[in-house]
Nanobody, 122 residues
């Protein structure tokens, strides 16, 4: 059974850093784009970042540009989201998902992880 598993979430003070990981089990990320989305409390799920299979294509939401970095290690079947200079408004459940193309639309991604909580205190 295919699963995506996120890890690395937690509680951090504003200005701090966290690194999220997303690992695929049961099937690799081969030829798949991967994205991170987040859902803040009481709000809709929103796009954070995506990366194409070869990592040539990378895109970020404006709200995280310059602070977050998405990367992938295909040999380890893992995608990372390095989050620096965290702000309280980054508090959310963060999800990884994979699909055919690196888009910003959640509906284009067919497999999702269970999410990991990130809480940034002020």
């Amino acid at each position: 059974q295919v699963q995506l598993v996120e890890s690395g979430g937690g509680l951090v003070q504003a200005g701090g850093s966290l690194r999220l990981s997303c690992t695929a089990s049961g099937r690799t990320f081969a030829n798949r784009a991967v994205a991170w989305f987040r859902q803040p409390p009481g709000k809709e799920r929103e796009f954070v970042a995506n990366i194409g299979w070869s990592a040539i294509w990378i895109d970020y939401a404006n709200s995280v540009k310059g602070r977050f970095t998405i990367s992938r290690d295909n040999a380890r079947n893992t995608v990372y989201l390095q989050m620096n200079s965290l702000k309280p408004e980054d508090t959310a459940v963060y999800y990884c998902a994979d699909g055919i193309l690196p888009t910003t639309r959640s509906g284009d991604y067919s497999r999702w992880g269970q999410g990991t909580q990130v809480t940034v205190s002020s």
